[in-house]
């Protein structure tokens, strides 16, 4: 028997509705399989401004770090926005934790579920050919981290620059994550760059190679990312896992979402090498549909499987849950997000004790 002890970020907008449906689906895989959790309420976000004037109230990494994992609903709203000071806004406290708690690998499966072939946007036989990919994307470096500038010029206006620099440490430990993941999955690294261009991609690229040859059972392939870009709706059965820096990953994640349907299916992890993993779907807080009793717990729900998985070794358990989410599916039950049969619409709460019946 084992216990864990979760933080839990609720947030904002469908936030608590998510990870309320999240906790019972743990604790009934708790009871199945003998573990126990305590969980661990963190203010963060919209909700922690309202509370003490902070999105990320001090202390908060600390009481994460504490705990073996963080679940994540989603913050931000309309509220907090861009005309807020930056320690108001949710976004700040997003990329604060990410930095404070080290995470610097973003893995989001797209796996587009057997009972929504009819959601994917592209050819049936695209489709039916099968889509389970894994982004791997770089979350702490890069163009989004880099130095800024803005300024006057003499003769072309105001100009403005923002750096992009990779070191060959960031390049090798996020290389390592993908070729580990490559072992459990399916055998095969796509390294996605743009080496006849940017100088940091063929430092990338170069990076990548070498690890290549310490993982010599993982088929490895180099990929421009206009390139990838396209043979992501072209044929995105061709990938296992794509490992790119932060800004292409950004890009190219989203595009690898919206052909496995609905932004309510897909989860994601964000991973260190120490500290506790944090795990969230990839929606936002969806204020339009916040306490109707609408939202899609699944992407949620898988997110805790990929907690199982990744940060307690526990596949047994992941796929668990995966497969009960897989039949509550089949049997045509779905939220007003994935298409299905009206008769089958059910609300949050509804589709979080049916996955529960499954487990
Ligand atoms: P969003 O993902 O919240 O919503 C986009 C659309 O998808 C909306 O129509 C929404 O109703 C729908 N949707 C999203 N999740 C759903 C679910 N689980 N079930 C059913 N429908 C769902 O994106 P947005 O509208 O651009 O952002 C809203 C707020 O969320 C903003 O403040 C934004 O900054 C924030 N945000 C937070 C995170 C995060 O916490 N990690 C990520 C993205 C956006």
Redesign the pocket.
């Known amino acids: 028997m084992s216990t864990f002890k979760i933080a839990l970020i609720r ?5 608590p509705e ?1 990870v309320e449906q999240t906790v019972r689906v743990m604790e009934r895989v708790g009871e199945k399989f003998g573990h126990s959790f305590t969980w661990v309420d963190v203010l963060m ?2 909700c922690a401004t309202d509370a003490v004037g902070k999105s990320y109230p001090d202390g908060t990494a600390e009481i994460c770090r504490a705990c073996d994992a963080v679940l ?7 509220k ?2 861009s005309d807020r000071p930056a320690h108001e806004r ?2 700040t406290a ?1 990329l604060a934790i990410r930095k404070d708690l080290g995470l610097y690998a973003n893995l989001r499966p797209a796996a587009l579920r057997p009972a929504l072939a009819d959601a994917c946007p592209l050819k049936r036989e695209t489709a039916e050919a099968g889509i389970d990919l894994m982004m791997v994307r770089e979350l702490t470096g890069g163009i989004y981290f880099g130095k800024r500038d803005k300024y006057q010029t003499e003769d072309r206006g105001v100009e403005a620059t923002d750096l992009m620099a990779y070191s060959e440490l960031e390049i090798e430990r996020i290389g390592r994550r993908a070729f580990e993941l490559a072992r459990l999955r399916r055998g095969k690294v796509t390294s996605v760059d743009k080496a006849n261009v940017l100088e940091t991609s063929r430092l990338w690229r170069a990076t990548m190679h070498r690890l290549a040859a310490e993982y010599p059972d993982v088929a490895y392939e180099d990929m421009l990312v206009d390139n990838c870009a396209m043979q992501l709706v072209r044929n995105p059965g061709q990938f296992d896992v794509v490992v790119t820096e932060n800004m292409f990953g950004d890009i190219l994640s989203d595009e690898a979402s919206m052909i496995t349907g ?4 897909l989860p994601s992890a964000s991973i260190g090498d120490s500290a506790p993993g944090l795990y ?10 916040a306490g109707q009793d ?7 729900i898988l997110s805790a499987a990929m907690m199982f998985r990744y940060s307690f070794h526990l596949p047994e358990e992941a796929g668990a849950i995966e497969a009960a989410v897989d039949r509550v599916l089949a049997a045509g039950w779905h ?3 994935t298409a299905g049969d009206a008769e089958r619409l059910v609300g ?1 709460r509804e589709m979080g004790r049916l996955i529960c019946e499954e487990v």
């Open positions: 947030g904002d907008g469908i936030g998510v976000g919209g994540l609903g989603a913050v931000g709203g309309p907090w926005g949710p976004e997003l609905s932004i309510g299916l969230e779907p990839i929606h936002g807080s969806a204020p339009d549909i609408k939202a899609n717990p699944i992407a949620t939220t007003a997000d949050t």
